[in-house]
């Protein structure tokens, strides 16, 4: 059994904390706070209004979440990973029945001084409910689909009511990350086969249940000729803004693209073409660079993990970054269907970016506990 | 918890290990991917998209698909887009705005300060949107403008295609208009395709068949040179028009119906008895809808929605008005069904109904004399309604109007259509809290007191006192076709409801009826027509309770004079139509509507041309008695 205190303050613990992650996620906020500086600049008067502030105001409650997740030995983590999810269960339930409308869908709770979008953290409890439920081994013929209907049982209620508020991105990344995990957890491939086929049948029906303007997108994506005055001339913006970075970009606060308001979304999914049109394939490189280095090491965590549980925590958080990222980089290049995914601690976004940092939290929480014993 | 304390024992998790090594094999392939799709984007194509991006080349130019056209039943067009042009102005191509809108004022021939001053109230736009400076210009603005294109940077020509109604204001209350869309129907429509600037139906039948008249926009992605002058269509969306609607309406008798009333404020309504069809709908006074089609001047907007008379009012539809006199019929008819009326018998009309301690007067002094029930229509003799009201009750009265479609509304598919009132107990209590007072039956006996109507729903009632007791619902659309002719819907009769009447019932009032407009003493004789054999009933409405004596119409203001009513059916023998004319302080029925409602009457007989033998079978009979 378990001997650790719940909090424990131990001298080998601070000497073992992860500067790696922590200095990559200051890094990725201060990208996105430039870039949401620059996508909501306004030469004319001067500032940038609001945004910028509010989103290191973000940052220092991400802090606060972050450390609080790394404060307690992560096997705690084994007893919260029910109550945290059925917290998000509720307030899934709560935005349908009272949530903030915002651009035609109904995703976020208003609590006076701000308001919660309750699907970023909702896709935390995703992880923290399979590492539970994977934690112990695998049997050695691995997992046949009937095995996992628990698992099953956990994550479609949290896809209903994404896509019921709709939030076809949130519903995307729950998707992802539940499948990397039980493919990790030890889903037979031949299984996995059999699921990849049930869920291409069942695409006519899914069709069925999407909103128009999600079927546009979608369709958008396969012909761009369909719609080049709706959905395909956002797409072809923001190929524009991009591509005009060239190599070196336009400068800080020098795109035009952004500055006239032909960027759907700018501060939020679409800061990736604000970025790129500023600083170029230099500095997308380097940004994108970034991201390969944190999912590189936090692989390399999965490897070097204490136990199982540890290990699948980490695959689970660092799944939700790299889903996050490939799509979102993919959809404002223009080679995915456009679907509201934000780029991770870039994008503006409280919810997101506190439930980023969380995550960041729980990784390094991992990572700092491998050597104690 | 047991399965912890091994897992610790096991020192990490070796297949997970394994797994984890084909994680950086996924990894690095899918960051390769984004990374050669940038190479693409910002290396290789790099400068196309620089060239793009400089002043926006690329840009949207929309089209809004031609509406459809509206056609009357014989297929004469009501209604039609012709092409326009409307001259556009974006600033931002143009290096110095002022001077080009003075140029442009000059070559125009049109004040300088008129074209500052849109630009000015324009300031506020997204940038590289569009200002209109004129709209439906002229071929000679068309033509100065292609001429200097090159010295006029930023200004454009849009062809758009323009609402026309062919007859101006004759139905403009049925066909409507259209207005730009305002921002909470954009809210609403934006999935439908709808976007700033667009048309859209906001009155009548281009509002109410909005969604298959419109058709669907089309438009260009097109890439633009620094002057803004189309270099190449990127993209192309066709346009897709909309769809034909055929009317009931006949536009010939419309214009009949709508001459008859000119001058005065009124309307007309006709509809085919057997079905419910309308054949016109006049009201007036009315507006032209083609001034709503080149964009509404504020001063006109304004004049029409402050003119004390409501052009914009359709007062068949919208028009509530105590039925007057007309409402015998539904007394007669309640009177006979219920057993109250003794069809046959004789009362006394000394010129007053005494009824608890108040007198009702007749409208004529001294009295009718003896009348029965057929003599009691025939002359609209009041004080034999005045008796009978009491005897029904107000609960039967009004369960007989309702029966012919009163106090309701008629359904018809025009929007903001009214249902007048038909009073009871029931109504009485929820309305003012109060009981029914017996005082109140005898007003409404002859149409008075609470009850009012629209002059469609009397219209309606004449189709099924005509046709024996079928209520249609009155509609004016006939059928919808796309462009090639296929049929996209199709509306026939729709019967409400068949009112059970005994045969008795209803050749007695048919025969009173036709004695109203055809027989001695008939107050209808302004109707008589040597062509055609009408049936009808006249009304007085009153518009303020006369305290004093008898004072005559005329002698009282305008805006106090009596509603004037003519209801009707036609011809007696086998009726086709029925008509409902109101004229609002036209003073007395039988003067003022009935021959409006006859020229209608002779119109339709006229235009069914073979039917001669009508004409010589009703020969004209003595000369026309005033009522």
């Given amino acids: 059994m378990l001997k650790e205190q719940p909090v424990q303050i131990d001298r080998r613990l601070i000497s073992h904390f992860d500067w790696t992650l922590f200095l990559l996620c200051l890094a990725f906020v201060a990208v996105g706070v430039m870039t949401i500086y620059s996508a909501n600049f306004d030469l004319d008067s001067g500032h940038a209004g609001a945004l910028p502030a509010r989103q290191v105001t973000w940052f220092g409650l991400g802090l606060?979440?972050?450390?609080?997740?790394?404060?307690?030995?992560?096997?705690y983590i084994d007893r919260l990973a029910y109550p945290f999810y059925g917290m998000m269960l509720v307030l899934l339930v709560l935005v349908m029945a009272v949530g903030h409308t915002g651009g035609g869908s109904q995703r976020w709770i208003n609590l006076g001084f701000f308001r919660l979008q309750p699907s970023e953290p909702s896709k935390l409890a995703i992880v923290l409910v399979m590492a539970k439920y994977f934690q112990s081994d695998e049997p050695a013929r691995g997992y046949y689909l009937r095995d996992l209907w628990v698992p099953f049982l956990l994550v479609a209620p949290l896809v209903v009511l994404t896509l019921i508020q709709p939030d076809l991105g949130t519903a995307i990344i729950l998707g992802t990350v539940f499948i990397s995990i039980i493919l990790m957890g030890g889903l037979r491939l031949r299984s996995f086969a059999y699921l990849v086929g049930a869920g291409l049948a069942s695409l006519p029906i899914a069709w069925h249940f999407l909103k128009t303007y999600q079927r546009n997108r979608i369709l958008t994506f396969l012909d761009p000729d369909r719609d080049p005055l709706g959905a395909g001339y956002h797409v072809i913006q923001s190929q524009i803004?991009?591509?005009?970075?060239?190599?070196?970009?336009?400068?800080?606060?020098?795109?035009?693209?952004?500055?006239l308001d032909f960027l759907p979304a700018q501060h939020t999914d679409f800061i990736f073409a604000v970025f790129s049109e500023e600083w170029g394939f230099f500095g997308c490189?380097?940004?994108?660079?970034?991201?390969?280095?944190?999912?590189?090491?936090?692989?390399?965590?999965?490897?070097?993990?204490?136990?199982?549980?540890?290990?699948?925590l980490v695959f689970g958080m660092v799944a939700i970054v790299f889903w996050h990222v490939l799509i979102n980089v993919a959809m404002v290049a223009g080679v995915m269907p456009v679907v509201g995914v934000p780029l991770p601690m870039v994008s503006y976004g409280g919810s997101a970016l506190a439930s980023m940092m969380f995550a960041m939290g729980v990784m390094m929480n991992v990572s700092m506990r491998r050597y104690v014993f | 918890m047991a399965t912890l304390a091994e897992i610790n024992k096991q020192d990490g998790a070796p297949e997970l290990r394994w797994r984890a090594r084909l994680l950086y094999v996924i990894l690095a392939l899918s960051f390769l991917g984004l990374i050669s799709r940038l190479v693409f984007l910002q290396v290789i194509s790099g400068e196309r998209y620089t060239f793009l991006s400089e002043n926006n080349r690329v840009r949207i130019k929309r089209v809004a698909g031609t509406r459809g056209m509206i056609f009357d039943r014989q297929g004469q067009l009501m209604v039609d887009s012709r092409p326009s042009f409307d001259l556009i102005f974006v600033p931002e191509d143009a290096s110095e705005p002022q001077e080009t809108l003075r140029l442009l004022a000059r070559y125009l021939k049109r004040d300088e300060n008129e074209?500052?001053?849109?630009?000015?109230?324009?300031?506020?736009?997204?940038?590289?949107?569009?200002?209109?400076?004129?709209?439906?210009?002229d071929w000679s603005a068309v033509v100065a403008v292609e001429t200097h294109q090159l010295e006029l940077p930023g200004i454009s020509l849009r062809a758009r295609p323009r609402r026309s109604y062919a007859d101006g204001p004759m139905a403009a209350h049925i066909l409507g208009y259209l207005g730009e869309i305002n921002q909470r129907q954009l809210k609403i429509l934006r999935d439908q395709g709808y976007?700033?600037?667009?048309?859209?139906?906001?009155?009548?039948?281009?509002?109410?068949?909005?969604?298959?008249?419109?058709?669907?926009?089309?438009?260009?992605?097109?890439?633009?040179?620094?002057?803004?002058?189309?270099?190449?269509?990127?993209?192309?969306?066709?346009?897709?028009?909309?769809?034909?609607?055929?009317?009931?309406?006949?536009?010939?008798?419309?214009?009949?119906?709508?001459?008859?009333?000119?001058?005065?404020?009124?309307?007309?309504?006709?509809?085919?008895?057997?079905?419910?069809?309308?054949?016109?709908?006049?009201?007036?006074?009315?507006?032209?809808?083609?001034?709503?089609?080149?964009?509404?001047?504020?001063?006109?907007?304004?004049g029409l929605i402050t003119d004390q008379l409501r052009p914009l009012s359709n007062r068949a539809t919208q028009g509530q008005y105590p039925p007057g006199s007309t409402f015998k019929i539904i007394m007669a008819i309640a009177g006979l069904e219920e057993g109250v009326v003794q069809p046959e018998a004789y009362i006394q009309d000394p010129g007053f109904f005494p009824f608890g301690n108040r007198q009702f007067r007749d409208w004529k002094k001294g009295g009718h004399g003896a009348v029965n029930l057929h003599r009691a229509i025939v002359e609209s003799c009041d004080t034999y309604f005045y008796q009978l009201g009491p005897k029904l009750g107000i609960d039967r009265i009004a369960k007989w109007a309702r029966a012919f479609g009163l106090g309701e509304k008629t359904g018809i598919a025009l929007d903001d259509e009214r249902a007048g009132t038909i009073p009871d107990?029931?109504?009485?209590?929820?309305?003012?809290?109060?009981?029914?007072?017996?005082?109140?039956?005898?007003?409404?006996?002859?149409?008075?007191?609470?009850?009012?109507?629209?002059?469609?729903?009397?219209?309606n009632m004449m189709a099924a006192v005509a046709n024996g007791g079928k209520l249609y619902r009155p509609y004016l659309v006939s059928k919808?076709?796309?462009?090639?002719?296929?049929?996209v819907r199709e509306y026939g009769p729709e019967l409400i409801r068949t009112i059970e009447l005994k045969a008795d019932t209803i050749n007695r009032v048919h025969k009173a009826l036709a004695d109203v407009v055809n027989g001695p003493g008939g107050t209808g004789g302004a109707a008589r027509s040597p062509a055609v054999l009408v049936a009808g009933k006249t009304g007085t409405a009153q518009v303020v309770e006369m305290k004093g004596g008898y004072l005559k119409s005329e002698h009282l203001s305008y805006f106090n004079r009596d509603h004037a009513w003519f209801v009707s059916y036609a011809p007696v023998e086998k009726p086709q139509v029925a008509i409902a004319v109101l004229v609002e302080h036209g003073g007395h029925g039988g003067e003022a509507a009935a021959p409006m409602a006859k020229k209608v009457y002779e119109k339709f007989i006229e235009m069914q041309k073979p039917a001669t033998e009508t004409k010589q079978e009703v020969r004209a009979e003595g000369a026309t008695r005033a009522n």
């Fill in chain 1, 64 to 75: 606060i979440a972050m450390f609080i997740a790394l404060s307690f030995d992560y096997h």
């Fill in chain 1, 241 to 259: 803004a991009i591509g005009s970075g060239r190599v070196f970009g336009k400068g800080f606060l020098h795109g035009t693209q952004n500055r």
């Fill in chain 1, 285 to 312: 490189a380097i940004l994108l660079l970034l991201y390969f280095i944190m999912i590189a090491y936090c692989i390399r965590l999965v490897q070097r993990a204490k136990d199982r549980f540890g290990a699948l």
């Fill in chain 2, 115 to 137: 074209l500052f001053k849109i630009f000015e109230e324009g300031k506020g736009r997204a940038a590289f949107d569009e200002m209109v400076l004129g709209r439906d210009v």
């Fill in chain 2, 195 to 302: 976007a700033v600037g667009d048309e859209i139906g906001q009155y009548g039948l281009e509002r109410r068949w909005e969604e298959l008249l419109r058709g669907q926009s089309g438009g260009q992605q097109v890439e633009v040179d620094a002057l803004g002058r189309r270099v190449r269509v990127l993209h192309e969306v066709t346009d897709v028009p909309g769809y034909t609607v055929h009317l009931t309406l006949d536009r010939e008798l419309q214009a009949t119906a709508y001459e008859a009333l000119k001058g005065k404020e009124g309307t007309i309504v006709a509809l085919d008895v057997g079905s419910g069809a309308i054949l016109a709908l006049a009201s007036t006074p009315a507006f032209d809808p083609n001034i709503f089609a080149r964009g509404v001047k504020s001063e006109e907007w304004s």
């Fill in chain 2, 425 to 459: 107990t029931e109504w009485k209590r929820k309305r003012f809290h109060q009981p029914w007072f017996p005082g109140e039956t005898v007003s409404v006996a002859i149409g008075q007191g609470y009850v009012t109507v629209t002059p469609l729903q009397l219209a």
């Fill in chain 2, 480 to 487: 919808v076709e796309s462009l090639d002719g296929a049929t």
